[in-house]
């Protein structure tokens, strides 16, 4: 059985606060598109998350909830990931063909955004696959999470969806096996720019206070599979990052959900996935063609979409 909190917080921020979390979060996605576009065949990890903190720290970024982070090839799907100083960048070099997850949490006036961007360089037909999968989970976790499931539920849900499609948890290799986080607004008076593990110091105080704060309330700030997260939806913003991977190939977004004390929304829908996949369904509509008059003989069935299986043959 969930377990029941002690008390249903009222949710904190006003309108003024939400457009700020969101122009932090739609800076974050536009450097990001921006590192995208620079980056080609031959860059390495490590060059291309120096790229993107000037790029964040040009647009105005003043602190980090975390560094940022890039991941190509196998990496993109934590393959053969065994400690946590595995996520930071590294000397892997771009090559045609390869995925590529770019991930940054800027800070601008105490306002945080955590955004996860999926890109390829050339072909990749599995990443192709995923990429357009990936709206499913969007649209399962918003639906769940409006139904007041508790967390872990969500979470579960999300491992069923993944089976059937036959793909795996990826996220389930962050520490504590994370699906997402909550996220406020940073007011302590920390040094800004100073990291620890690779966390901003003024998160880390943060992050600490609504631990304690949340844990005595019987919830939690971290939101994952376990006995912490048996708990419905706390009202505030979250930052959810569904990570799904097949083989060598991993993807995944990351935005804000916001969540209310009865109902629960994205932040923005104006973002580089969601705009992909209203793009690919404007184009399947108009070259579909118009229904034709029924025949005299039944139609035989439209061959179905490859798996993510059969586009690596």
Not at 60 to 85: E, S, Y
Not at 124 to 137: E, I, P, Q, S, T
Not at 152 to 166: F, I, K, R, S, W
Request: hydrophobic share 40%.
């Amino acid at each position: 059985m969930p377990r029941t909190a002690t008390a249903t917080p009222a949710f904190r921020y006003t309108e003024r606060d939400l457009v700020r979390f969101r122009e932090t979060q739609q800076l974050a996605y536009h450097c990001a598109e921006q590192v995208a576009a620079w980056i080609e065949p031959g860059v390495t990890e490590r060059q291309t998350t120096a790229e993107l903190r000037r790029r964040l720290v040009a647009a105005g970024v003043q602190d980090f909830f975390h560094v940022p982070f890039a991941w190509f090839g196998d990496r993109t799907a934590f393959r053969h990931f065994h400690t946590p100083l595995q996520f930071f960048a590294g000397n892997r070099r771009l090559e045609e063909g390869m995925p590529y997850v770019l991930d940054c949490a800027p800070v601008v006036d105490g306002y945080t955004a955590d955004i996860g961007y999926g890109g390829k360089v050339g072909e990749n037909r599995v990443w192709d696959r995923l990429a357009a999968d990936l709206r499913v989970y969007r649209e399962l976790i918003l639906a769940e999470v409006r139904a007041r499931k508790p967390l872990n539920e969500v979470y579960a849900a999300v491992d069923a969806q993944l089976a059937a499609h036959g793909y795996d948890n990826r996220h389930q290799v962050y520490p504590g096996r994370v699906i997402g986080h909550q996220v406020t607004r940073t007011v302590t008076r920390g040094p800004a720019g100073v990291n620890v593990f690779g966390f901003g110091v003024r998160t880390l105080q943060t992050l600490g206070r609504e631990l304690v704060s949340e844990r005595l309330h019987g919830r939690s700030p971290l939101w994952a599979d376990g006995r912490s997260s048996r708990h419905a939806p706390t009202p505030g913003l979250w930052a959810v990052e569904p990570h799904i991977g097949f083989r060598g190939v991993g993807i995944k977004f990351e935005e804000l959900l916001v969540v209310t004390e009865d109902d629960a929304y994205w932040l923005d829908d104006d973002l580089p996935h969601v705009r992909r996949w209203t793009a690919t369904a404007t184009t399947e509509q108009a070259t579909t063609p118009p229904t034709a008059e029924p025949a005299a003989e039944p139609a035989a069935e439209p061959a179905a979409e490859p798996t993510a299986q059969e586009a690596t043959r």
